[in-house]
């Protein structure tokens, strides 16, 4: 079973442009397709941003459209999250996600998740 570590959070200002990174123990990661959700306070989880197995497809909300990169380098067993024009409201704890059969990414039905990482951005 692949484990899942996110990095790259923090506190930001609105505008800046920080990437987080997921990186994978375990083999087969080119396996998994990939997906990163966030949760801000009291509210639920909600998707961002999913990639493919082979890193063809990619899919985003559409608050994230056009400011968010999903990427990953499955020789490193890692996925990334490249956030462009930060803004307050995208403030929340950021997780990824793997699975190896789910078929409609945006879901949250991945059977793995990381710990999650914190990106707090002030205005």
């Known amino acids: 079973q692949v484990q899942l570590v996110e990095s790259g959070g923090g506190l930001v200002q609105a505008g800046d442009s920080p990437k987080l990174s997921c990186t994978a123990s375990?083999?087969?990661?080119?396996?998994?397709?990939m997906g990163w959700f966030r949760q801000a306070p009291g509210k639920e989880h909600e998707f961002v941003a999913a990639?493919?197995?082979?890193?063809?497809?990619?899919y985003y909300r559409d608050s994230v459209k056009g400011r968010f990169t999903i990427s990953r380098d499955n020789a490193k067993n890692t996925v990334w999250l490249q956030m462009n024009s930060l803004k307050p409201e995208d403030t929340a704890v950021y997780y990824c996600?793997?699975?190896?059969?789910?078929?409609?990414?945006?879901?949250?039905?991945?059977?793995?998740w990381g710990q999650g990482t914190q990106v707090t951005v002030s205005s």
């Open positions: 996600a793997a699975d190896s059969t789910i078929v409609v990414l945006t879901s949250t039905l991945y059977d793995r």
């Open positions: 375990g083999r087969a990661f080119s396996t998994y397709s």
């Open positions: 990639i493919t197995r082979s890193g063809g497809s990619t």
